[in-house]
C-alpha cells in the first residue's frame, strides 16, 4: 500500500515562485463543479454514435442504415459513402520524408476498414441510449481480408497490404547518423546486441474523450466544444480539413481530465460531429465509451527496437546503433510518423560516444494507429539504452551506477553537444545520482542481495538503476522545420491588468490537468507584484485565448511560461513609463519592486501597480502619445530544447516460485531545473512513475493473429491503482536551465520516461543467476516464472 | 456501454420475486448488487428483457445462527459479511476471501448470493463455499428447497438454480474451536479477478492437522474442491514437508484455463505453491 507521505510545505517566503501552493484548480475538481465536454447540454442537441467494424482489416460490400433510420427516435444515419465527400481525409502534421506513404484516412471508412473499431456508419438520434439501439439495426457485410499484426511479417516479401494502393506496408524510412559506427565498432574490444520490444499501450486518461457541435446556420460559425489538449491545433485543422474559414471556427476545451497525449489529436468524432451538425442545423454529442475507446483512441508506444553498443573493455563507450520497427497502426494520425523521431535523438542520452547511427522504418498494421503517448519517443529511448548499459555492465563485469558514471558528460562539460547533434545547456548528473544513491542505501541493498543469492532464498533481491535525461520543452520552430513538421514549437501569453488592478492572464497553452492557472499565477504575482489570488488565467478557449501551440511534450511551463515572463516584462515596462510621467521623474530613476514604483532617492514618491492600472484605465494623465492600456501579449519560440534528468533507483523483491515482482523500494531525484511549485512537480512525478511503473509490471495492449484486441476492457487491461504501487521517495536537484529566463526544465513526462528501465533493470538484476538476460513487458509473474525455468526472455509466454 | 432497453421490477418478498422471474419467462435476470451483471448489459453481452431486482427484499439480507449452521442471506453486502462476528467466528475462511474481493466500491455493491449465483470460476466465493460443505437454500415455483456447494456449480457460469428460481440463502456449517482458515488469492493488480486462489480451513490439534477443508478458485470451470490435498493432510503431521508434499495433490481433477491472464501449466503450477501457502497460513506453520 502507497503510504500517505507528507507533501512539500507551503512556506510563504514572500516569493511566490517555488512556494508549494496548494493547486487552485483543485477545490473546483473535488466538488463536482467541473465542466466536462460531456456535461454540456445544449438545445436541440442529438446524440450521434459509431458502429465500428469487428473486424481488423475487410472489404466493404454493403452498408444498410434504413433500418436505422425507421426507427423512432433516430435523427439520420449516414454510411461512410454517403458522407464521404464532406468528411473529406483526417490530417496528418508530420510527413518525416518527401517519400512517406500517407494514405487517405476516411473518418468513415468507405470500401474498407483496415483495424477492429475503424468506423463505418454513424447514427443520429434524440438520446444516446437511442442511438444505441439504431448501431444495432444497420447491417453492413464485410468481404475479410487478411489481417497484417506482426511488425517483422507486414514488411516481408508477400505479405497482404494495409493499403493496397500504396503497395507497401512500409510508411517510411528515416536515417539519421553522427560520426562513423562501422568504424567504432571495430575498434570495440565489447560489442553487445539486444532486441527490445515495446509493447502497445492504452492510454487511459481519467475522461474519455468527447464533442459537442454547436452550429449557427445563418452566419456560418460552429463552436466545437472538445475533450482535448489542443483546442488551437484543432481549429486550425478543422479549417484546413473540411474548409470552413478559421475564422467562423471557435475550439473551446472545457474542463479536460487528463490526456497524456492521446488528446493530442485530430479525430474522426470531431470531424464528424462538425459536419453533422452543419447537415442537420442543430447541435451533436458524442461521448466515448471506455472500450469504445480502447479501440478508437490512439495506442502508445509499439517498437521493436534492435540496438547495439560498442564499447572498449576499460567500459568505454564508443558507439551505438539503433534499428527500429515502429509500428504505425492502421493510418497516420496527427503526429504518429513523428513520434520515434522524438526518440531518435535520446539514444545517446547522458552518455559520450563517438558514433551513432539509428534508423527508423514506419510500418503499417491492420491496428488501431498509434501517437504521442506521454514522452512520445523518449520513453522508447530512455528503455533501450538504459536497458542496454546494464547489459554492457554485466558483460564487463561492472557495476551498473559505476559504468554509467564513468561514461556519461561530467557537468563541468556543459553546454555539451552531443554525438545526436543536441546541446544540452546544463545538468549535473553526478550530483542526482549521489543525492539518490544516499537515499536509497544502495550498498546495503547490494549486501541483502548477496546474501540472499548466498542462502538460496526463493525470495530474490534486484536493484534496478536509470540515469535518464529527455529533449522536452517543444520545440524550437526551427529545429521542427528541419524535421518537417507542420507547423512551429512557439507559445503565447498576454497579460491584461484590470481598472481594479486584478490581472488577467491568457496562456495558449491549454491546461488539462497540469495545474497551469495555479504555476501561472504564481509566476505573474512575483514578476507584477500582484497578489496570487489577484490573477486569473484564462486558456482553452479560442475566443479567449486566441493564439496558442496548445499542450504536449512538456513545453508548457518552458515555452508558455517564458512567453508569460516577456509578456509581464512588456507590462511593467509600459507601467514604468507611465509611473514616471504620473510622478514627474525620469523613466531611468524609476524602479520596480514588489509591485511598487518608486523613484530613487524620493522613497515616498511611489506608486503601485494597481494604482497605475487604474490611472492607465481613467487614462486622464497618460505621456503625449501613449495608448490608455496596460495590457500585452508576447510569443516565444525557444532556441533550443530543455533537458531534464535525474537518478532512477527501483529494488524488487521477485518470488521466484511464483514469478511475481514486488517494489520494494524507489528513489529519484530529479532534476527539472527550476522550479515554480514543487507541489505540482511532486505530483507530475509520481503519475509519471505510476504510468511507467504499469509499463514495465502491467499494461499491455495484446492483439491476437487475427488484429482483434484482446484487452478491451479495463477487465483484462490492467491499470495499476495505488494499491499496487510502493511508496515514492523523491527529491530534486536543481540546476536551473541557461536556455531560458525562468531556469526551468519541464516535468511532465520525466518520470514516465526515467522509471521502465529502472524496474525491468532490478528484476533482470534479481534473476541474473539463474541465466536471464531479459524479460519481455510487461514482466508479468507468469513471464519471470517461464524465464526462471526455460532461462529464456518470457517473452513467448502469453 | 450503453444497455438496451429492459424492463425493470422491484419486488419486495421473495414469493413475488419469484412470480415475476416466472412470468417474464426465460429471458428475464435477477439483479443482485449488479457487479457482474451492470458491466454485461453495458457491454450488451446480454439482453433480458426484465431485470428483477432484489435489493428490497428485507429478509433476503443478513446473517444469522441456526444451530450448527451461519446462514447468510443472499443479498448480504460483501462489506457487511467481512465484519459480520458469526461469520468472522465460524466462517473465518469466508470472511478472509471476501475481504479479497475487487475493491471497497464493489465490496460495498456486490453480494455473497449474487457472487455465488453468478458461478465464475474465477470469482473467490465459489470455491470457499465448495470448502466449506455450504449449502444453498433456493426458492421457486415449486418451493424451498436446498442444493449442497458440491452439485450448485454446473459448470462455467451454470448453476444448478432452476428456471424461476432465486438463491435466498446460505447455510455454512460452523467450523469452530480449532479450525483457522485462510485464503490466498494471485492477481496481479488489487483488483483483478483471481488467476488461481486456494481457499483453505485447517483444524490443527498440538502438532497434527486433524482436518483441513480445500477449495481452488478458476483451475476448472466450476470451483474445485482439493480432495487429494484434504485426505494428505488428514491426521497428518503440522510441519512445512508434509503441507508441501501434500499440495502437490492440489492439481489432481482440475481443468484449468488458458488465457490471457495464465496458462493452464501455469496456473497448474501456481495451485501447488498456493496450496502449500495456504494450508502453512491457516496452520500456522513457517
Known sequence: MTELLASPPDVDTGQEIGRARRRKEDAKLVNGQTLWTDSINLPGMAHFALLRSPMAHARI???????????????????????????????????????????????????????????????????????????????????????????EAALAEGSPLVHADAGTNRCYVWPFAGGDYAAAKAAADVVVRRRFVQQRLLPTAMEPRAVVVDPVAASGEITVYSATQIPHVLRLMLALTIGIPEQKIRVIAPDVGGGFGSKLDVYAEEVIGVVLAQKLGRPVKWTESRSEGYQATIHGRGQIQDIEIAARRDGTILGMSVDLLADM???????????????????????????????????????????????????????????????????????????????????????????????YDSGNYEAATAKALALFDYDGLRAEQAARRDRNDPVQLGIGVSTFTEMCGLAPSRVLGSLSYGAGGWEAAGIRMLPTGKVEVVTGASAHGQGHETAWSQIAADLLGVPFEDVEVIHGDTQSSPKGMDTYGS??????????????????????????????????????????????????????????????????????????????DAVYDPENFSYPHGTHLCAVEVDTETGRSTIRSYVCVDDVGSVINPLIVEGQVHGGLAQGIAQALYEEAAYDADGNLLTGTMADYLLPSAADLPAFVTDRTETPATSNPLGVKGVGEAGTIASTPAVINAIVDALRPFGVNDLAMPATPERVWRALHGGADGGGAR | MIPARVEYVAPHSVTEAVGALVEAGEDAKVLAGGQSLLPVLRLRMAYPSVLVDLG?????????????????????????????????????????????????????????????????????????????????????PGGRRTIPASEFFVDYLQTALEPGEILCEVRIPKLDGEWSAHYEKFNRTAQAWAIVGVAAAVRRSN?????????LTNMSSTPVRARGVEAALAGASADAATVADAATRAVEGTNPPSDLSGQADYRSHLATVLTRRAVSRAAHIG
Open chain 1, 555 to 632: 513545453r508548457s511551463l518552458v515555452v508558455g511560461g517564458v512567453a508569460l515572463h516577456l509578456a509581464a516584462g512588456k507590462v511593467v515596462d509600459k507601467a514604468r513609463r507611465i509611473a514616471a510621467h504620473l510622478l514627474e521623474a525620469s523613466e531611468d530613476d524609476v524602479q520596480f519592486d514588489k509591485g511598487v514604483f518608486s523613484v530613487k532617492g524620493s522613497p515616498e514618491a511611489k506608486l503601485t501597480i494597481q494604482e497605475v492600472a487604474l490611472a492607465t484605465f481613467a487614462a486622464h494623465n497618460l505621456p503625449d502619445g501613449m495608448e490608455p492600456s496596460l495590457d500585452s
Open chain 1, 329 to 423: 497502426g492502421a493510418y497516420l494520425q496527427l503526429v504518429t510518423a513523428g513520434v520515434p523521431l522524438l526518440g531518435a535523438f535520446m539514444y545517446p542520452a547522458i552518455y559520450k560516444m563517438d558514433a551513432y547511427s539509428f534508423t527508423c522504418t514506419g510500418v503499417f498494421t491492420t491496428k488501431t494507429p498509434t501517437d504521442a503517448y506521454r514522452g512520445a519517443g523518449r520513453p522508447e529511448a530512455t528503455y533501450a539504452v538504459e536497458r542496454i548499459i546494464d547489459e554492457l555492465a554485466h558483460e564487463l563485469g561492472r557495476d551498473p551506477v559505476d559504468l554509467r558514471r564513468q561514461n556519461w558528460i561530467r557537468h563541468e562539460e556543459f553546454p555539451y553537444t552531443t554525438i545526436a547533434g543536441l546541446t
Open chain 2, 207 to 215: 502438532g497434527t492437522i486433524v482436518e483441513a477443508r480445500v477449495g
Open chain 1, 61 to 151: 460490400t454493403s452498408v444498410d442504415v434504413s433500418a436505422a433510420r425507421a426507427l423512432p427516435g433516430v435523427i439520420a444515419a449516414f454510411s461512410g459513402a454517403d458522407l464521404a465527400d464532406q468528411l473529406g481525409s483526417l490530417p496528418t502534421a508530420w510527413p518525416v520524408t518527401p517519400e512517406m506513404v500517407s494514405p487517405p484516412h476516411p473518418p468513415l471508412a468507405v470500401d474498407e476498414v483496415r483495424y477492429a473499431g475503424d468506423a463505418v456508419a454513424v447514427v443520429v438520434a434524440r438520446d444516446r441510449y437511442t442511438a444505441a439501439d439504431a448501431l444495432e439495426a444497420i447491417s453492413v457485410d464485410y468481404d475479410p481480408l487478411p489481417a497484417v499484426v506482426d511488425l
Open chain 2, 56 to 140: 428490497r427484499i428485507d429478509g433476503m439480507r443478513g446473517v444469522r445462527e441456526e444451530g450448527s449452521s451461519v446462514v447468510v442471506g443472499a443479498m448480504t453486502r460483501h462489506s457487511d459479511v467481512i465484519d459480520d462476528p458469526l461469520v468472522r467466528r465460524y466462517a473465518a475462511l469466508l470472511a478472509s476471501a471476501t475481504a479479497t474481493v475487487a475493491d471497497p466500491q464493489v465490496r460495498h455493491r456486490g453480494t455473497f448470493g449474487g457472487a455465488l449465483a453468478h458461478a465464475d470460476p474465477a470469482g473467490d466465493l465459489p470455491a470457499v463455499a465448495v470448502a466449506l460443505d455450504a449449502e444453498m437454500v433456493a426458492e421457486g
